[in-house]
């Protein structure tokens, strides 16, 4: 018994996108269109009165403000359970759904590059990233090098502080007092000598 092919949902997308040959290809219960070989830009899906059904659009958080200037009702997909998802929805519940979606794929017909990927943009990305991080380790090193080349830093001559000057005592020394005693005790004991009369 041969096998019914899947239903493809939206299918004036794929009049829109005459131009370039769409093609489609099943992912996730739903069809991902292709444009340009292998240059995938939307993901058709509709299921029984899902909240994410619709055109969802391969794009990145980068683009995310732009194209909201151009289909206002983009969002992100709920079915990620993700704040902010990457991929961007155009809701078949919206009040203007045909409308915007005609004015994705006129984007996609005008070769708008916030829209869709590729593999050899993916390949190209993955290289771009692999460089980058090969680049830091690199750095990373170089600076561990110089670092152990480097002579050790001189430590600076600790300045001493000038000691504040000693109070002098307000009383003597005890052992001054008793030298002093013995000196004058032979003066207290010697008389005093009378004059001698003329």
């Not at 692999?130 to 430590?155: D, G, I, L, T």
């Not at 004058?184 to 003329?198: F, H, M, Q, V, Y």
Request: glycine share 4%.
């Amino acid at each position: 018994m041969a096998k019914t092919p899947a239903r493809i949902p939206f299918e004036f997308v794929l009049d829109e996108l005459a131009p370039l040959a769409p093609r489609t290809k099943p992912m996730f219960g739903a069809q991902a269109v292709y444009v340009r070989g292998d240059t995938m830009v939307f993901l058709m899906r509709e299921k029984e009165q899902d909240e994410d059904d619709g055109i969802w659009l391969l794009t990145t958080q980068e683009h995310h403000e732009t194209l909201r200037r151009d289909l206002p009702s983009i969002r992100s997909i709920k079915l990620f359970e993700t704040p902010v998802t990457s991929w961007q929805i155009i809701p078949s519940s919206g009040p203007d759904f045909e409308r915007e979606v005609v004015r994705a794929c006129a984007l996609v017909l005008r070769g708008d590059e916030r829209i869709g990927t590729s593999k050899a943009i993916k390949d190209k990305q993955k290289a771009a990233a692999k460089a980058a991080k090969s680049a830091a380790r690199e750095a990373a090193k170089q600076a561990v090098r110089a670092a152990k080349a480097a002579p050790p830093a001189r430590a600076e001559p600790r300045q001493e502080r000038p000691s504040a000057p000693r109070a002098r005592a307000a009383t003597s020394n005890p052992t001054d007092r008793a030298t002093k005693s013995r000196a004058l005790k032979p003066l207290a004991g010697a008389k005093k000598s009378k004059p001698r009369a003329r």
